[in-house]
């Protein structure tokens, strides 16, 4: 197969916001109107030592119609969910929750005092996946592969593969239908990366430290900068003078029609309407 590398196109600025009860982040990726990133929905990076931007954490809220994937870097995090279902996030850990049908739930932070920092990725269900039951799993950070590269720095494997030469390694998500890739790499100064991907997969780079190389035109993206890439088979990262952390997200584009309002993302506002009225009525989750 002839190699075509990725290129970067569109780039977007984390905007400061909160969520929650008062929560502050970083929202990198926000619902769009064209669902530009199909299936990706929503990027959220929160990270603060000081105990009022988070203590207050996300109270009991419902969702339906997608996943939500939530990786810690540090910090803990407790969610509950009326399933009955408890994880204690701690940092490294994932949990990955398909609302689907309809589940709800609260994330409230386990200290009151020190750093919390982590994300939360929205991921779109198919259609014909948005109505089935629910389903809860969080990793803990021992159950997530992690590749040391060659010349330093790492590749933490949460969902997906990481293929080098005649080397697989299959992260810990695994069985989603949007085949998500969901890395979280760390490069040393002056330090490449190629990382080959499903050609007609939606792929997007979120920087959270440093500074990336992407491609073969030398653009760059700094800290706090999404980027979206150009279809192809390979990805192409460096770093010049200054190392960098990022998150590398791709899945299938599912190519449906997407409604989204608050906690719901469907294909139709009548599902949406449909939602809001289950909840209201109490048979959201039934």
């Avoid at 200290?111 to 779109?124: D, M, S, T």
């Avoid at 330090?191 to 792929?203: C, F, G, K, S, V």
Wanted: with cysteine.
């Amino acid at each position: 197969m002839n190699k075509q590398t990725r290129q970067l196109t569109t780039v977007i600025n984390a905007r400061n916001t909160s969520d929650g009860a008062g929560v502050k982040l970083k929202r990198c990726l926000s619902p769009q109107q064209k669902n530009s990133f199909d299936p990706f929905i929503l990027l959220d990076e929160f990270a603060s030592d000081e105990a009022a931007d988070y203590i207050g954490g996300f109270p009991e809220h419902p969702h339906r119609g997608f996943e939500t994937v939530t990786y810690m870097l540090q910090g803990a995090m407790l969610h509950r969910d009326h399933l009955g279902n408890e994880g204690h996030l701690r940092a490294g850990s994932v949990q990955w929750m398909t609302a689907a049908h309809g589940i709800i739930h609260s994330e409230m932070p386990e200290q009151e005092e020190g750093l919390l920092h982590g994300f939360q990725l929205w991921i779109n269900l198919p259609a014909g996946e948005k109505m089935k039951p629910p389903h809860y799993r969080d990793y803990a950070a021992s159950e997530i592969p992690q590749v040391a590269l060659p010349d330093g720095g790492y590749i933490k494997i949460i969902a997906g593969d990481y293929v080098t030469g005649t080397e697989k390694v299959t992260g810990a998500v695994t069985g989603v239908t949007t085949q998500p890739l969901y890395f979280d790499v760390l490069l040393g100064i002056q330090q490449h990366l190629e990382i080959p991907i499903n050609q007609q997969h939606t792929a997007l780079v979120y920087v959270y430290q440093g500074e990336l190389t992407i491609g073969e035109t030398g653009k760059t993206l700094k800290a706090g900068q999404l980027g979206q890439l150009t279809e192809g088979n390979v990805i192409q990262l460096a770093t010049n003078n200054q190392q960098a952390q990022f998150l590398l997200l791709a899945a299938m584009p599912l190519k449906e029609p997407v409604v989204q309002s608050g906690p719901f993302v469907m294909n139709t506002q009548e599902e949406i309407e449909q939602a809001f009225r289950d909840y209201r009525d109490g048979v959201l989750t039934l």
